[in-house]
């Protein structure tokens, strides 16, 4: 099952990714709606103030004022927005910004598929979940089934927080990651919950998520067909910048890593 997910950016979130955008003198492609024709831009300058990206053309490329589409790639990340293109003072070609800006899930890089050859584990604190607001009591459901207790004892690993539960992360990227389970422990992780304090606990390092959701729960066939198998879509939830560029910097070394692996194991064939 595939799905794209578009994140709203805050303002302050927006004036800083379009400042860093200027800063490193990217490149935005525009378009109008419904038009094969983009045009491929270098910016030159940004207005603070009016959240104007001014370009290097002096083209009038479109009509004064005219809403436009302009998506725009940065440190593996895709943005997209509705903007007005403009004509500056110098009569360089600008857009600005009045509408929201959104990220991508879709990721031409930042995106790792953990299992089998990377260790990544997502530990769940069971005492901060809530679904539609309500307080999820695992406790509860924890006491009364034996089960559930040994399906603990298998995912916790070396965990010794009675109220932690660590399943091993399949894919990751800087917007969310994918997990695994079995039918029992699917009841556990219903659609629309929300876990606070995730832990990604990495073989030389742990990144705390503040707020993860679940996306979805869709079953597959396993390498077990009497076992039903479920695998659990999970959205970050309001990430600050410190934090993406922090997973992203991660994510971007065990990918290099993988890479070089590959390298390595195509010149010993």
Known sequence: MSQTFFSRLDQAEKNNRLSSLCNNRGRVTIWFKGEKEKHVLEVVSYDKDSM?????????IYANNLEILCSFEFRGMNFFSQTLFQKSIGD???????????????RSSYRLMTFPQHEVWAEFRLDEAYEGGKVIDFRTKQSTTAIFNRFLTLVEGDSTNPDALKIRVQDLSTTGMA???GELESRYFPKDSVFKKVRLKFSNEEIVIPEVKIIYVVSFIGSDKNMKKF????????????????LGKKINSLLRESDHNKDFENFKK
């Open 231 to 246: 695998k659990l879509g999970i959205r970050f939830e309001n990430l600050s910048n410190t934090l993406d560029h922090l």
């Open 92 to 106: 360089f070609a600008c857009i600005k910004f009045e509408g929201d800006l959104f990220k991508s899930e879709k």
């Open 179 to 181: 997990l695994h389970i």
């Open 52 to 60: 104007t990206l001014a370009l290097n053309t002096k083209d009038d």
